[in-house]
């Protein structure tokens, strides 16, 4: 062996000799007083984590008589206005006048020395309906009307007829003249304030004098009322 290598083998055999004498002692390696090393050792093996144990909330105490939050009072709100097509709060709204169709009719001779005669409808019809104005009479074969005897109230006061109930009208052929004229029959229609089609309910009158001054009056709630106006 050269000299070279000799004395390489000496050096290097001399460095291992100063890095054992300068290692830790079995001291500091067992967590002696010794200076920690700069570089900490580094683990190879996973570390198990640790599980949270969960804690259950604790209840809040109650107590013996809990008083609840003052309710506070509802504000009130303005009254909204009926809106076209909707429903009335009146509870009639819906009640529409009678027709011919609602309604049977009769006509009674009240006094044969002024030509007078009772009219009487009865609602016939499962359903309430409003009596309006004065009944449409005609005469026989006449041509024209019976004129209108006093006033008629309003669509909002006239006589609501509840099924099975009646309203009245007096008619009055008026006095014998030579213009008068004597028929068999009268036909009554209902005032409806529209153009329903009706057909008209006819009533035997035998003798019956007609003459210019004839009048019927408005519907009422009673025969007396009818025959005195």
């Known amino acids: 062996m ?5 004395a390489a083998a000496v050096l290097v055999a001399v460095s291992a000799l100063a890095l054992t004498a ?3 002692s079995e001291d500091g390696a067992a967590g002696g007083s010794g200076a920690p090393s700069a570089t900490p050792p580094v683990s190879t093996a996973p570390s198990t984590p640790v599980k949270p144990t969960p804690t259950k909330p604790t209840k809040p105490a109650e107590s013996a008589e809990p008083s609840g939050p003052a309710t506070p009072s509802k504000p ?3 009254s909204t206005p009926a809106k076209p097509g909707s429903p009335s709060t009146d509870p009639d709204y819906d009640v529409f006048p009678c ?4 309604v049977t009719f009769t006509a009674s001779l009240a006094e044969s020395t002024t030509s007078s005669y009772l009219l009487k409808i009865t609602n016939k019809s499962g359903k309430p309906c409003r009596v309006l104005d004065h009944p449409i009479v005609t005469f026989g074969d006449l041509d024209g009307r019976a004129n209108e005897r006093g006033a008629a109230p309003g669509i909002e006061d006239a006589i609501r007829l509840a099924p099975g109930e009646s309203a009245y009208a007096g008619l009055m052929g008026g006095l014998k003249g030579a213009t008068s004229k004597t028929v068999s029959s009268i036909a009554m229609t209902m005032n409806t304030e529209s153009d329903l089609e009706q057909v008209p309910l006819k009533a035997s009158t ?3 004098n007609v003459s210019p001054d004839n009048s019927v009056t408005a519907w009422m709630d009673n025969a007396e009322d009818a ?3």
Request: glycine share 10%; charged share 20%; aromatic share 10%.
């Open 2 to 6: 050269s000299s070279v290598r000799r």
């Open 99 to 102: 027709s011919t169709y609602d």
């Open 76 to 78: 009130v709100k303005p």
């Open 206 to 208: 035998p003798g019956f």
């Open 227 to 229: 025959l005195s106006l």
């Open 22 to 24: 300068c290692g830790p």
